[in-house]
């Protein structure tokens, strides 16, 4: 079973910025790719962002130019600037590989004036 260990998010005002990081104590030449996903009130699961082993991003349509994912060996982080009330959700860590796809347990973001 894979581990993932999430941390950030929080309150911030339309505008603002967060950042929202996952780490897995796995070996990082077992993943396969790492992201994150977003669950809005009475929405759909939706994925955010992407980014592959050889660093490769790929963004939803709805965050391009506000957001950045980035990842450094068993470590995502996605860093979300000028946050719209929109994008308040509970966001998930993604992690394909071990033989299998994990998510985090969720952590909120909530952007409100």
């Known amino acids: 079973q894979v581990d993932l260990r999430e941390s950030g998010g929080g309150f911030v005002q339309p505008g603002g910025s967060l950042t929202v990081s996952c780490e897995t104590s796995?070996?990082?030449?077992?993943?396969?790719?790492m992201g994150w996903d977003r669950q809005a009130p009475g929405a759909q699961r939706e994925v955010v962002a992407r980014?592959?082993?050889?660093?490769e991003p790929y963004y939803h349509d709805s965050v391009k130019g506000r957001f950045t994912i980035s990842r450094d060996n068993a470590k995502s982080t996605m860093q979300m600037n000028n946050l719209k009330p929109d994008d308040t959700a509970v966001y998930f860590c993604f992690l394909q590989g071990f033989g299998g796809m994990t998510w985090g347990q969720g952590i909120q973001v909530t952007v409100s004036s």
């Open positions: 796995g070996n990082a030449d077992g993943i396969q790719l």
């Open positions: 980014i592959k082993r050889n660093g």
